[in-house]
């Protein structure tokens, strides 16, 4: 709308009627930026995870590769082979060298810093000792012959939700962690008081605010939600009473 007027009056009017424009577009790019660093955030630790799932792979294909080169190298030396079997056996050992070669070579490529053995099922009672001397962390584990894999992911699981509670449940008391079997699955659950006992709504530790806040603190859960939902498992998390419970399920 155009009228006839002072130029003062023509821009004082224009910028007013301008105020509302500006102030929604400015909240939509905030919004938009946060909703950019979440994905990127995002992004990064799935691709964090899926790195630190292949150095663990290099470890255990490296492993067996090396037992399958031990057996070959041993047959070699029983007497009197036929010569064809004796010639299957060296090319055995060829390709397991071959193998054992690109896989350094693989993980060399991913500049993985020095760092001992990835810990499994068997580190958890050290991680829940470790965990904080002012929480009780009580640990349940009845998992047995599963896969190293799937060993090292428990581990991951079980370390990224005790990571949570530490950073988002100051108040927590208690933790329960409960690592079970179920057929070709590892059930895992871990279960925190988040508002220190306080009953359930209260706003002072397990309410809504709180929950929210801790669904939108990390990212370690919804990389590993990612990355299990490619081999078949799955992970959640959510408010749990007057805390937080976070539950996956590894294939074994």
């Known amino acids: 709308m155009v009228w006839l007027g002072p130029p003062s009056l023509i821009l004082a009017g224009c910028a007013g009627w301008s105020l509302g424009a500006v102030g929604v577009a400015v909240a939509g790019l905030y919004l938009r930026s946060l ?7 995002v992004a990064r630790a799935v691709r964090d995870q899926r790195l630190a799932l292949a150095r663990d792979l290099h470890d255990f294909v490296a492993h067996d590769v090396s037992g399958m080169l031990v057996q070959a190298q041993a047959a070699r030396l029983a007497p009197e082979l036929p010569p064809r079997i004796e010639d299957a056996l060296r090319r055995i050992e060829e390709g397991g060298q071959r193998a054992l070669t690109s896989l350094d070579r693989t993980v060399h490529m991913l500049n993985e810093p020095a760092r001992g053995p990835a810990p499994g099922i068997d580190g958890l009672q050290d ?4 965990f904080s001397p002012t929480v009780r962390v009580n640990l349940a584990v009845e ?25 988002h449940a100051p108040r927590s008391t208690t933790v329960d962690i409960a690592v079970t079997r ?7 659950r871990v279960d925190d008081d988040g508002g220190g006992g306080l009953p ?4 002072r530790g397990g309410g809504s605010r709180f929950a929210e806040h801790r669904r939108n603190g990390g990212f370690g859960l919804a990389g590993l939600a990612e990355v299990l939902e490619t081999v078949g ?14 539950t996956a399920a590894v294939p074994v």
């Open 35 to 41: 909703d950019g660093n979440r994905r990127r955030a």
């Open 127 to 130: 991680l829940a000792d470790g």
């Open 143 to 167: 998992a047995e012959q599963i896969s190293r894999e799937a060993s090292a992911t428990v581990y991951r699981v079980v370390t990224e939700a005790l990571t949570n509670v530490r950073r």
């Open 182 to 188: 179920d057929r070709d699955m590892v059930r895992i």
């Open 200 to 203: 359930e709504g209260d706003d």
């Open 233 to 246: 498992g799955s992970l959640s998390a959510g408010p749990h009473g007057a805390g937080w419970r976070v």
